[in-house]
C-alpha cells in the first residue's frame, strides 16, 4: 500500500483547507483510511477514519463538526475537509492505512498544516 498526501498550507484562522490522500495497493489492506496529525512536541493523534467501502465516520472530539472525512472511490483517494480552522489545528497531518482489524500499518509522508492567528 502506498499513500500519498497533499493539500497541506498556510491559512488563517477560521479558514479552509482540504487534505488529500491518494492511495494504491491491496483494497483489503486500507479498508479503512485515517487521519492522525502531530504537532511540535506532541504525540500523533487520531484524527478521523473511514471504513472506505462503507462509508462509516469517526472522529476526534476536537476536530467533530468542522472536520469531513470522504472518499472518492473512483479516484482512490480519501480527503479531510477541514473548515473553521483554529492555531491548535497547526500540525503535520498523515493519512494511514489498516485491514480490517488490527492497527495503522501503512503511513503517508505528512503534509503541513499551519493555521495563524
Known amino acids: 500500500v502506498q499513500l500519498q498526501a497533499s493539500g497541506g498550507g498556510l491559512v488563517q484562522a477560521g479558514g479552509s483547507l482540504r487534505l488529500s490522500c491518494a492511495a494504491s495497493?491491496?483494497?483489503?489492506?486500507?479498508?479503512?483510511m485515517g487521519w492522525f496529525r502531530q504537532a511540535p512536541g506532541t504525540e500523533r493523534e487520531f484524527v478521523a477514519d473511514?471504513?472506505?467501502?462503507?462509508?462509516?465516520?469517526s472522529y476526534a472530539d476536537s476536530v467533530k463538526g468542522r472536520f469531513t472525512i470522504s472518499g472518492d472511490n473512483a479516484k482512490n483517494t480519501v480527503y479531510l475537509q477541514m473548515n473553521s480552522l483554529k492555531p491548535e489545528d497547526t500540525a503535520v497531518y498523515y493519512c494511514?492505512?489498516?485491514?480490517?482489524?488490527?492497527?495503522?500499518?501503512?503511513w503517508g509522508q505528512g503534509t503541513l498544516v499551519t493555521v495563524s492567528s
Open positions: 494511514a492505512a489498516r485491514g480490517y482489524s488490527g492497527t495503522y500499518r501503512y
Open positions: 495497493g491491496p483494497p483489503h489492506s486500507r479498508y479503512v
Open positions: 473511514t471504513i472506505w467501502s462503507r462509508g462509516g465516520t
